[in-house]
């Protein structure tokens, strides 16, 4: 892993915690050691990454202490709805450049975003590739594939339809 590769990887998870997902102590510790060995430095890094099983309590605290020292620390908007819109954007961003399963992605848009948006219109295409590849059968007479490729497709019309949209997420 690279040093780029580990700072993308510990602003990952940042966001994954930020927006409320579950992201264990082990993974943290895990990060936290692959950061340490791709040459990252932060005073707390080698603290995190040399947590032993018991002491797995410590690591969302040291995490985010690292992520201080880094200036990785991200704060989703405060309003709700701006934080689930936030969340939609990083997602669709991942399901673009390819570093997470358009199937996994769109589902996470569908299941966690746009029932609580009320489902609006910019989402549902997003949702529409989730409930295809969610029901996908072969007599479809259409591979997985091509419906994973639209599900990019409408990833990346998603985003372009970005209020203020730098091309970053």
Request: charged letters at 25%; hydrophobic letters at 40%; proline letters at 6%.
């Amino acid at each position: 892993m690279t040093h780029d590769e580990a700072v993308k990887q510990l602003s990952h998870l940042a966001r994954e915690r930020a927006f409320g997902r579950h992201v264990g102590s082990d993974r943290l510790i895990q990060t936290g050691l692959d950061a340490l060995i791709a040459g990252v430095e932060s005073p707390s890094l080698a603290l995190l990454a040399g947590l032993l099983r018991r002491e797995e309590p410590e690591a969302p605290a040291l995490f985010d202490q690292v992520l201080e020292e880094l200036g990785l620390a991200f704060h989703p908007p405060a309003d709700p709805r701006a934080a689930k819109w936030a969340m939609a954007y990083w997602i669709a961003g991942q399901i673009a450049d390819g570093s997470l399963d358009p199937a996994t992605g769109t589902h996470l848009i569908w299941a966690d975003i746009a029932y609580d948006l009320g489902h609006p219109e910019d989402l549902e295409p997003l949702v529409h590739c989730a409930h295809n590849l969610d029901g996908w059968e072969e007599s479809w007479g259409v591979s997985r594939e091509e419906l994973n490729r639209e599900a990019v497709e409408a990833a990346t019309q998603f985003l372009s339809k970005r209020p203020g949209h730098d091309g970053g997420h």
